[in-house]
């Protein structure tokens, strides 16, 4: 067993001092059934196939559950002795109740939850669930409480000495190795915007319960993440033309100076950035350092800019007194005439080859007088300067000259409109403000899939108007451009 086999928790709610905690997801584990009926303390069971030799059945010493998740008799054991492909399974634990036939039987890789106090969100933990905060009995881990097949989710319940953490999070074990942690979780409990509060508000809506009628937590934050998506995706008519308006929203605007520009570079990538356009869409606007703002370009006009100019890099470090250059290539050169590299305008009276520069002087006027490293920018016809216009194509910006030495390391400072963190686990928060409506999209899609047709329709409409009634009144910082597009929500049946 590994830590890579084993599924990441997710905190479904801490109430006072109880810790609600989501079962791992069990649907692609190896499953088969009784084939006979086996009595409390049996320890052979017949089985319809144990998967011996499969690549996914039992072996020795795995793990399994007998009877179905939430059921009060279900409970877990070990396999113990060798499994070969057939209907026999010896158990090392006697079991504790009668099990009919066609009762399942489910591999299982996590056994119990390891509970962590933490200062500070991310910060170190310390260990809190233990064997000696829960009873020792039979099948108990030490260091940590073990998951209750019994009951819809796991509850742990701390100890007057472990209240005291500011957050906390956990981790599956299979009694020797643990998985990745889940999300930190304020002692508070869950926020408002988690995911978590969205779904049981849904579930109120619907007197819908999760593992009913396939409504399972992960297809439930699924949706959770496809509200947000659909809020972010929101377009509505422009009532100037009525051509459809892509909403921008004011939780989406997001300013960064991570990127710093280089000297005699003029092409620097975005991508660190996770704009919610690609292109220049999503730029509100651009500034180098505190120098003022950038005037926004075309790709066409960036292009034309750079018509007739030349930019190779250097394939051999360049120092003071050398005469030749060696560069990548210089067939876009000219066959005399002069180059920047760095601060240095250079000239030459030839061209070696296809990668050589010669005739370059030794001193003087045009000669190389600092040291110039491998890969260094060299240009043709245009004057590193300090830029003053920018394109956006394919998240990669481009300055309307190469930057000069006197701005290098100088931040982009650039407004922007971003894509929201997915909502992947019932934890996370979403930055969507208005949360109160997130819960019908959820709602609708649960009827949706109780075959509720006219149910669901009412309440995808109730959230579509509620996001236009938003978006009304929600105003964000006008863009040098607009674009607009045709586009329907709806929902998947």
């Not at 049996?42 to 499969?54: E, F, S, W």
């Not at 006697?94 to 119990?112: C, M, Q, W």
């Not at 240009?379 to 956006?392: D, H, L, R, S, V």
Request: proline share 3%; charged share 20%.
């Amino acid at each position: 067993m590994t830590s890579k086999l084993l599924q990441t928790p997710q905190i479904l709610e801490i109430t006072a001092s109880t810790i609600k905690i989501a079962h791992p997801d069990l649907s692609k584990n190896y499953r088969t059934y009784l084939g006979a009926p086996i009595l409390a303390a049996g320890v052979t069971m017949t089985v319809l196939d144990t998967g011996a030799d499969t690549g996914d059945g039992f072996a020795d010493t795995d793990w399994f559950i007998v009877g179905d998740v939430g059921n009060q008799e279900t409970e877990e054991n070990d396999v113990n002795g060798a499994v070969t492909r057939g209907t026999s399974l010896t158990v090392t634990n006697a079991l504790s109740f009668d099990h009919e036939i066609n009762a399942p039987v489910t591999k299982i890789y996590e056994r119990g939850i390891a509970i962590y106090g933490a200062a500070t969100d991310g910060g170190a933990g310390t260990l809190i669930a233990s064997i000696d905060a829960k009873t020792a009995a039979g099948r108990q881990l030490a260091d940590a409480a073990m998951i209750e097949w019994h009951r819809s989710h796991t509850e742990y319940t701390l100890i007057s000495t472990d209240t005291t953490y500011a957050y906390y999070y956990a981790e599956f074990t299979d009694g020797t190795t643990s998985g990745s942690a889940s999300d930190y979780v304020l002692a508070t409990g869950l926020s408002s915007s988690s995911a978590m509060d969205i779904i049981n508000q849904a579930l109120g809506l619907t007197n819908a319960v999760l593992d009913d009628q396939d409504i399972t937590l992960p297809q439930c934050v699924k949706w959770v993440n496809e509200a947000q998506t659909a809020v972010t995706q929101f377009m509505y008519p422009d009532p100037q033309n009525g051509l459809y308006k892509h909403k921008n929203w004011d939780f989406e605007l997001a300013e960064s100076s991570a990127i710093t520009v280089s000297e005699n570079e003029n092409e620097f990538s975005l991508t660190s950035l996770l704009m919610k356009y690609p292109n220049d869409s999503s730029v509100i606007s651009v500034r180098l350092g505190k120098q003022g703002q950038l005037d926004k370009r075309t790709t066409q006009e960036m292009d034309d800019i750079y018509d007739f100019k030349a930019r190779t890099e250097l394939s051999a470090q360049a120092v003071a007194g050398d005469t030749t250059l060696t560069i990548d290539s210089n067939v876009q050169l000219e066959s005399t005439g002069s180059v920047y590299v760095g601060e240095d305008l250079l000239t030459y009276t030839g061209k070696s080859s296809t990668t050589g520069l010669t005739g370059i002087p030794a001193s003087g006027d045009g000669s190389i007088t600092a040291t110039h490293a491998i890969d260094s920018a060299v240009w043709q016809g245009i004057e590193p300067a300090k830029p003053t216009k920018y394109a956006i194509f394919e998240n990669v910006l481009t300055t309307s000259t190469p930057v000069d030495a006197d701005y290098d390391g100088y931040p982009l400072n650039i407004k922007y409109f971003k894509t929201l963190t997915a909502i992947t686990e019932a934890s996370d928060t979403t930055e969507v403000t208005f949360t109160n409506i997130m819960q019908l999209y959820v709602a609708a899609k649960i009827e949706q899939r109780r075959g509720n047709t006219e149910q669901s329709g009412y309440y995808f409409q109730q959230f579509e108007k509620g996001v236009l009634n938003n978006a009304i009144g929600d105003e964000v910082p006008t863009k040098d451009t607009e674009e607009y597009y045709k586009f329907s929500n709806t929902l998947d049946v």
